[in-house]
């Protein structure tokens, strides 16, 4: 497998991981805050819609469209349909997957995040993936807790 094609598969698992553990929660869950942050598990996938969206598009490309819902910047305290949160991010995580096949792994990005420390850091393609796999993970950790709080579940997701 080529490099590209192993960081890419690494974010895949890391998406399959966060909609997997939240399978099977009822809207009323969804929305259900028990972590010490207010976080709610679908404001949890709504932040990494946005972190795709922002990465792969804002980021890379320079240019990007407004969700559906505009950016009002409050995923955890404006609560949306479940549906709508959950198809926005695996229509935000197509887009970002077709980026990532036509832009090579050392390409600059044409915009810029407006950290200073992590826009330093994230200074091609490939850094930027290494940053989502990182912050998808983090969530998907957030998720796993949320879970277990919410219902007693845990082991959730592809492995």
């Not at 709504?46 to 795709?52: F, K, N, T, V, Y």
């Not at 995040?113 to 796999?133: F, K, N, P, Y």
């Amino acid at each position: 497998m080529t490099e590209k094609a192993v960081l890419q598969a690494f974010l895949g698992y890391q998406r399959a991981s966060v909609v997997a553990i939240i399978d099977g929660l009822d809207e009323a869950a969804l929305h259900t805050a028990v972590l010490p942050s207010g976080w709610t598990p679908i404001g949890l996938i709504e932040h990494l819609s946005d972190a795709e969206r922002h990465w792969f598009q804002d980021v890379l490309t320079g240019s990007c469209s407004p969700p559906p819902w505009g950016d009002d910047g409050l995923s955890f305290v404006t609560p949306r349909p479940a549906a709508v949160v959950l198809d926005f991010y695996r229509q935000v995580c197509a887009v970002s997957d077709e980026l990532i096949a036509e832009t090579p792994l050392d390409a600059a990005p044409a915009g810029k995040h407006g950290d200073e420390v992590l826009a330093a850091q994230t200074t091609d393609l490939r850094s930027i993936i290494l940053h989502m796999i990182e912050e998808t993970a983090r969530h998907a950790g957030h998720l796993d807790a949320a879970r277990e709080l919410l219902d007693g579940r845990t082991g959730l997701g592809p492995r």
